[in-house]
């Protein structure tokens, strides 16, 4: 044993250098290591996962992008069809209105033809009697002694044949 000066031992020194070193390497490689490549492979794997939610969020957001735009589509298909069948809506009811004014404009029509019918059979009657009643009233005028009395029956047989409504 070699002392130095202070009661060093330098023989003790290095042996205490070479267990420590010995006890650096034991420890670097049972624990350093394994914790480094544990630590490795926790960050990979959180790294993966990372990955993992950003493509399955970019999917979501991919998703819902198409969701909106076939929405939006799906908007506009049906306010098309809305605006179609507005139109549709509006047309077949000018259809009826028109149906309905012709229908009207014919049945207006048709009372008027029915009307001046009415009144011309009403007024071929009524000279029909009136041709009678003369031709009676001079029949009777003609063949009898009396024309005050032959006037008086003519007046009676207008009356009798004069409507009551007209008085």
Same mark, same amino acid.
């Given at each position: 044993?070699?002392?130095?000066?202070?009661?060093?031992?330098?023989?003790?020194?290095?042996?205490?250098?070479?267990?420590?070193?010995?006890?650096?390497?034991?420890?670097?490689?049972?624990?350093?290591?394994?914790?480094?490549?544990?630590?490795?492979? $926790?960050? &990979?794997?959180?790294?993966?996962?990372? %990955?993992?939610?950003? *493509? =399955?969020? #970019?999917? @979501?957001?991919?998703?819902?992008?198409?969701?909106?735009?076939?929405?939006?589509?799906?908007?506009?298909?049906?306010?098309?069809?809305?605006?179609?069948?507005?139109?549709?809506?509006?047309?077949?009811?000018?259809?009826?209105?028109?149906?309905?004014?012709?229908?009207?404009?014919?049945?207006?029509?048709?009372?008027?033809?029915?009307?001046?019918?009415? $009144?011309? &059979?009403?007024?071929?009657?009524?000279? %029909?009697?009136?041709? *009678? =009643?003369? #031709?009676? @009233?001079?029949?009777?005028?003609?063949?009898?002694?009396?024309?005050?009395?032959?006037?008086?029956?003519?007046?009676?047989?207008?009356?009798?044949?004069?409507?009551?409504?007209?008085?």
């Amino acid at each position: 044993m070699t002392l130095m000066p202070l009661n060093i031992d330098i023989q003790q020194i290095l042996l205490h250098l070479l267990n420590f070193t010995l006890l650096f390497a034991g420890l670097y490689f049972l624990l350093y290591k394994p914790v480094k490549n544990f630590m490795k492979k $926790r960050e &990979q794997h959180y790294m993966d996962m990372q %990955k993992s939610a950003d *493509e =399955m969020l #970019e999917h @979501a957001q991919q998703a819902k992008k198409e969701y909106d735009n076939k929405l939006a589509e799906a908007d506009k298909e049906i306010a098309g069809k809305k605006k179609a069948a507005a139109e549709e809506l509006e047309q077949m009811r000018r259809a009826r209105e028109k149906d309905a004014e012709d229908q009207a404009r014919k049945i207006v029509e048709d009372a008027k033809d029915e009307a001046k019918a009415m $009144r011309q &059979q009403i007024v071929d009657g009524a000279r %029909k009697e009136i041709t *009678e =009643m003369v #031709e009676e @009233a001079a029949e009777k005028i003609l063949l009898s002694e009396d024309v005050s009395t032959t006037y008086d029956a003519f007046l009676d047989a207008a009356e009798r044949s004069v409507p009551d409504d007209e008085s």
